[in-house]
């Protein structure tokens, strides 16, 4: 698909490889990273990490502190230590929160720090956030589709020749169905995506604020760009504005 799509003049997926050795966890990062368009490989062990980044490195490492075989820390030290990975962007994952702890993983190199447990959400703005800056090539800044723009730099959203003012929930949630138009996302897919796994809250959440983004984007008889598909959930039309 890579190929692909560099043979079309389109910037390949970014690559995210992720070295936990939770299996559900590890499942889960990987589930979500393919939900917004990445390509993302998973190792259990630190010297199993060692040895792929040695193959060629990806675009974006989710590292965790403890790991069998070799740590995270002395997998981060030795990235930094090559002049092929030395800036290659790190996230680590760790259960540890004291601020000790914390200075020590960044002072050996990583960008960033999320403690367990966290945020989905959260944790995938980190990892669009470091690829902005270190690939700024392979993370578009906007969305389009049709009149409609999403710019995720200045969180606007503009229709036409008129600003949508969203609440961040519907920011996030036009995002989130505009990274994969024509996908039928359900609405647990959305809450997970959108929301985190950790929200308490109910499926019915999701089609109240549905309702509200739909509210916010059409006029009139302005084409709706949300597709409401019975029994399975939402997706965003891959028709729109064509």
Known sequence: MNEARRQNGQAAAPRVLIVEDEEALSLLLSYNLEAEGYVAERVARGDEAELRLLEGPPDLVILDWMLPGLSGLEVCRRLRARDATKTLP????????????????????????????????????????????????????????????????????????????????????????????????????????????????????????????RKALSRGREADPIRTVRGAGYSFDERFGK
């Open 90 to 213: 790190v996230i680590m994952l760790t259960a540890r929160g004291e601020e000790g702890e914390r200075v020590r993983g960044l002072s050996i190199g990583a960008d960033d720090y999320v403690v367990k447990p966290f945020s989905l959400p959260e944790l995938m703005a980190r990892v669009r956030a470091l690829l902005r800056r270190s690939r700024p090539e392979r993370v578009a800044e906007t969305l389009a589709a049709g009149d409609l723009l999403l710019d995720r730099a200045t969180h606007r959203v503009r229709r036409a020749q008129r600003d949508i003012h969203l609440g961040p929930t519907e920011f996030r949630l036009l995002e989130f169905l505009m990274e994969k138009p024509g996908r039928v996302l359900s609405r647990a897919q959305l809450l997970d995506g959108v929301w985190g796994t950790a929200a308490e809250i109910d499926e019915r959440t999701v089609d109240v604020h549905v309702g509200r983004l």
